[in-house]
Structures are given as C-alpha cells and as structure tokens.
C-alpha cells in the first residue's frame, strides 16, 4: 500500500499481520490497515497521521526499487500511446534498467520480451514486473527477459512493436526490419538531440518512414481557494522519444 504523510511524501510499504511501517514520524502497525479500506486514514504512535490508498502505477514507478534510472510517468503514458500499444501486443523492449516501462507495457496488456545485458538490471526489473502482475486486479500482459545484446541481433518475430531505451539504437534498425510485422513502430527514448539527429538520418536508409520526434513537458498548479497559478517547479526535460514505422519495400 501507498502511505502518504500530511506533506505530501510518499512510502511504498508491504503489508504483512503484524508488520509495523517505520518513519520520522513514528511507527504505523500494519493491522490498523489490513482488512480495511482503501482510502482510510491512520496515526502513528506519535500521531503523525497518513492517508493509506493502493499505488497507482505512476506511485510504483517513483517508489519502487532500482538500480537504474527509470522512465518518468509523464514519458511513460506518452510511449503508450506513441508506440500504439495494445493488448496482445508482442513487443521486444531492449535496454530494460530498473523495470518501469516493462511495467507499463505489461500493465497495458502487451506481451513483453526484454533483452538486458546487464544481469543485475535483469534481476531487478523481473522483480518489479512480478511485484506488479501479484498486485493488479486486472488481467496484464506476458513478461519474460533475455540476457543478451540486441545489437547482435533480435531472435524473436513477427513482432508488433520495438522500444529501445539505449544508446545507439540507429544499430537496431537492420534488426528491427526483419523481426517486425509490416507497419511495426519503432520506439527510442534518447537523452540527447544528437543521437536523435543520428538516428533520424538512419531511419530512411534503413526502410523506415512516418518518423517524428517530441518531448513532454509537464507544469502543475497550484489551486488553493482564490489562489491560482503555476506551481514554481516543473517537470521539464527528461528525454526525447522517437518513433518511426516499417515501410513496404521501394
């Protein structure tokens, strides 16, 4: 469950009878919670109060553990929608980190192989999936991952979809052309423009077309009675998705 303080700080707690949630702000019994509610509010034993509420995706991603940098939210539900995703997908996702676009795809209905050279980034987004798939009330997608390098080649087709969270992605195209399905997307996730640039010059040569390339940037509010503006923090830049779709050859 989800334990969010009266400031707004978030704590991804695992609840178990007899457990007990641990804070500055004192020390919360698992039993006050189990069996109850969503939505309910508890104290600790030093009266601190917290609202407790199951966590959305968005919560998972933010508080989960991880050993690389994770996709944001804001980029996730963009990449969904980019990339088509839909369910019964089959989509190759290539440099996986900490899990949190497998999460999203697999949340989505997409059945998702992963390739990881790393087998500790494996490990933990295997973790995370698994975590997610026990907690969901819905019917998900199918997870599994392949410690293996996808510049070297992609085993799996027809496939629906490719997402690459990686350096060089360009070095996937040759593969992505012959494991996709006609009119298969292409999704990269880069940090830089000049990769970006690098990779829209080898998306024509390589056969692909409709490319585009955006970022997302996000800016709350601040709505408090007569008081209205923007907050004075945002969520600006974190990377710049490219997508690009399988043409007929000539």
Not at 54 to 59: E, G, N, Q, S
Not at 179 to 192: D, K, S, T
Request: net charge neutral.
């Amino acid at each position: 469950m989800l334990f969010r303080d009266s400031k707004g700080r978030r704590y991804l707690v695992r609840l178990a009878a007899g457990g007990r949630f641990h804070s500055h702000a004192g020390v919360v019994d698992h039993d006050q919670v189990l069996g109850q509610p969503e939505g309910i509010e508890v104290r600790s034993a030093t009266g601190a109060r917290f609202l407790v509420v199951r966590p959305a995706l968005a919560d998972l991603v933010l508080t989960m553990p991880r050993g690389a940098q994770v996709i944001y939210p804001k980029d996730l539900g963009a990449i969904l929608m980019a990339a088509d995703i839909f369910p019964g997908a089959l989509a190759l996702e290539a440099g996986v980190g900490s899990g949190a676009l497998s999460m999203a795809l697999v949340r989505a209905g997409a059945h998702v192989v992963g390739y990881e050279t790393r087998s500790d980034f494996a490990d933990r987004a295997r973790a995370n999936v698994a975590a997610l798939v026990a907690g969901e009330r819905v019917v998900t997608g199918s997870y599994r991952i392949e410690e293996r390098d996808v510049y070297e080649g992609i085993a799996e087709s027809p496939l629906d979809r490719v997402l690459l969270d990686l350096p060089e992605p360009w070095r996937v195209l040759p593969h992505a052309r012959t494991a996709l399905v006609p009119g298969g997307i292409v999704l990269a996730y880069l940090p830089g423009m000049q990769q970006v640039s690098q990779l829209r010059a080898a998306v024509q040569e390589e056969g692909f077309g409709l490319a585009e390339t955006f970022e997302v940037l996000v800016r709350t509010w601040h709505v408090e009675g007569r008081s209205v503006r923007p907050d004075h923090r945002m969520v600006a830049h974190t990377g710049f998705i490219t997508t690009c779709r399988l043409l007929a050859p000539g």
